[in-house]
């Protein structure tokens, strides 16, 4: 029996989600908005979303906070209703999801940085992933996802805030740019020390998303693994964006050529697989079609 989604992992793949930014301006919300306001205002968009993402063969959905924690959302004003829509955004990917599926509380980075470089404490940080991960787990999140990190500083603080405030497991995931020494974060952290630290910290699985291709994926899953015998989660974004001269912005790698690599990517030792910026339900149902062909 599948009663819990780090359980399942250990028994096959898990199909994550894609992107869910592209798909809210798909529909309609203006660039430079607050996606996280469309919890609230929009609530019929983001369950659609959800709804296709399950549709296509995700095994779970990130809700739509990936962007909520205060510190963020004071970016567009909003910081006060941080925990009206995180909660929102975790009753929307629930009322989506069918029976025995899964919702992970989508916890992004805060766009700011900890003293030196920036203005902020680890405490203030810690406290505000806090908030956003009770309101998470209060509106009916099985897992947090603590994603796109590219200071593991940063990174410990938001693990460390959804610990403190919920029970709930916690998968975190690293954004590493490839460069000819290996994979490091922005702030130069290395693969081993940041799945070492997060592990330390409490992290549930560990990995990486956005900013590589599937296939750049599949070469750092592969490192990864070497590093940990925690479940490894891989989201590789489709590409890199290209400004189109409209001003819409594409990702330069192709579904097929996305969904050729996925296999190496489980290979590697990928136990929760999905997408990240430019990829869609076409892309979660190929995955899905190339992961569990066999089965069927
Ligand atoms: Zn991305």
């Given amino acids: 029996m599948s009663t819990d989604l780090i359980g399942l992992a250990a028994r096959r793949v898990v199909l994550l989600d894609g992107a869910m930014g592209t798909e809210l301006m798909a529909r309609g919300l203006p660039q430079g908005a607050c996606p996280e306001a469309w919890n ?15 549709a296509a063969g995700s095994d779970a959905v990130s809700t739509n906070s990936f962007g909520g924690n205060r510190i963020k959302l004071a970016a567009h004003g909003l910081e006060g209703r941080a925990d009206e829509f995180n909660a929102a955004a975790a009753r929307l990917a629930r009322a989506s999801a069918p029976a025995g599926k899964f919702v992970a509380g989508s916890m992004g980075p805060t766009g700011k940085f900890l003293k030196p470089q920036g203005e902020f404490t680890e405490d203030e940080f810690e406290a505000a992933y806090a908030e956003q991960a009770a309101a998470l787990a209060g509106g009916g999140a099985d897992v947090l996802l603590v994603e ?47 799945l070492q630290e997060l592990r330390r910290e409490g992290a549930a699985a560990v990995g990486a998303n956005c900013t590589l291709n599937s296939e750049q994926m599949a070469g750092l899953v592969a490192v990864m693994r070497s590093e940990t015998a925690l479940p490894l989660v891989a989201q590789a974004n489709a590409g890199k964006p290209v400004l189109g001269p409209d001003g819409a912005v594409t990702y330069s790698q192709g579904l097929e050529d996305y969904v050729r690599f996925v296999p190496d990517i489980v290979r590697g030792g990928a136990n929760l697989v999905g997408g990240c910026c430019g990829t869609n339900p076409a892309f979660i149902q190929a995955m899905a079609e190339s992961l569990f062909r066999s089965r069927k």
Avoid: K, W
């Avoid at 609230?40 to 399950?54: G, K, L, S």
């Fill in 148 to 194: 796109t990190q590219y200071d593991l500083r940063e990174a410990l603080c938001a693990v460390r805030g959804a610990r403190r405030a919920t029970s709930l497991p916690v998968l975190a995931t690293m954004t590493f740019n490839a460069v000819p020494r290996g994979y490091f974060t922005l702030m130069g952290d290395p693969v081993a020390r940041c």
């Fill in 40 to 54: 609230a205002e929009r609530p019929e968009v983001v369950r659609e979303i959800h709804a296709a993402y399950f």
